[in-house]
């Protein structure tokens, strides 16, 4: 049957559920003799009689009862799901998908939207951790969160964090055996922990800059680590200098367990943005999950 003969049904169901084409006509807004109409219509096109009309009454044929018990009750499943699709705009519902570095994922995604998801019980949210720069349209992502000049130009950007910085750090017992760094050529002769990034195939680079002079510098150590958490261990053990992110390390800093070196060459950046298409901000759930994102800096 014609896509577009999906209205006949509605009409057949509303007529053979009221047993009356009145009935039916003021329940739909139409008129008796449209309804008359289009149910003739359908009977004609499926070759059956599907109402025995009188001038009393309207019954169903054999036929019209089987289409009847067949269609209507998944007339009344898509009704309720097209309700529920429509909670999707007022209330904050369903599965957001976000992809982010673990630095953002543990200081920003973790605190800011843990304390709202109590409030919106219907409201979930899928974390994943990913230094792969995902393409956020073709992995069906709902956001994106990287630093900001790693967001593409063609998204909308909310910045969610201030400036970040970097700190160079290791083990007091590291520096037992090993001279502070004071310049990043010094770094060519010490241990330090590398960062992979799969879209590069390399270790990260540490971008460091001081009045204006900038170096690049690719490390080399006997650990690398995919994720910033196993780098800070290894940190802390004394396997050799890491570059992290500075919120990280602070409290380790100022307890003792770790030493900051090279500090003037650790810099301010662009903080944190969530980008997404345009097209997904329409629901609720987008809008609340941008909100607590976005929240006080």
Aim: net charge neutral.
């Amino acid at each position: 049957m014609a896509r577009e003969n999906f209205n006949d049904l509605q009409v057949f169901v509303a007529v053979a559920r009221e047993r009356s084409f009145t009935r039916a006509a003021a329940q739909l807004g139409v008129s008796q003799s449209a309804l008359s109409h289009t149910v003739r219509g359908l009977e004609e096109r499926l070759g059956v009689r599907l109402l025995t009309r009188t001038t009393r009454s309207v019954s169903m044929t054999e036929a019209g009862e089987r289409l009847y018990d067949t269609v209507a009750p998944r007339m009344q499943e898509i009704e309720a799901e097209l309700v529920a699709i429509s909670d999707y705009r007022d209330h904050p519902a369903g599965t957001i998908r976000i992809t982010t570095a673990e630095h953002a994922a543990n200081s920003i995604v973790w605190p800011r939207l843990s304390a709202i998801l109590p409030t919106y019980p219907d409201l979930r949210v899928e974390l994943t951790v990913d230094y792969g720069l995902a393409d956020i349209v073709a992995q069906r992502y709902d956001i994106g969160i990287r630093l900001g000049g790693r967001v593409a130009n063609d998204m909308i950007a909310v910045p969610i964090s201030g400036p970040q910085r970097m700190a160079i750090v290791a083990s007091p017992a590291y520096f037992v055996h090993h001279v502070a760094p004071q310049m990043p050529t010094d770094l060519a002769a010490h241990n330090c922990i590398g960062l992979r990034l799969p879209t590069h195939g390399g270790l990260m680079v540490w971008d460091l800059q001081k009045d204006g002079q900038e170096a690049n510098v690719r490390v080399d150590g006997q650990w690398t680590f995919n994720g910033s958490s196993a780098m800070l261990r290894a940190t802390l053990a004394g396997a050799g200098l890491a570059y992290l992110p500075e919120d990280m390390v602070l409290e380790h800093v100022q307890a003792g367990r770790l030493r900051r070196v090279m500090d003037d060459w650790c810099d301010q950046f662009d903080g944190y943005y969530a980008y997404y298409p345009s097209r997904r901000q329409s629901s609720s759930a987008m809008r609340v999950v941008i909100e607590a994102l976005r929240a006080a800096r």
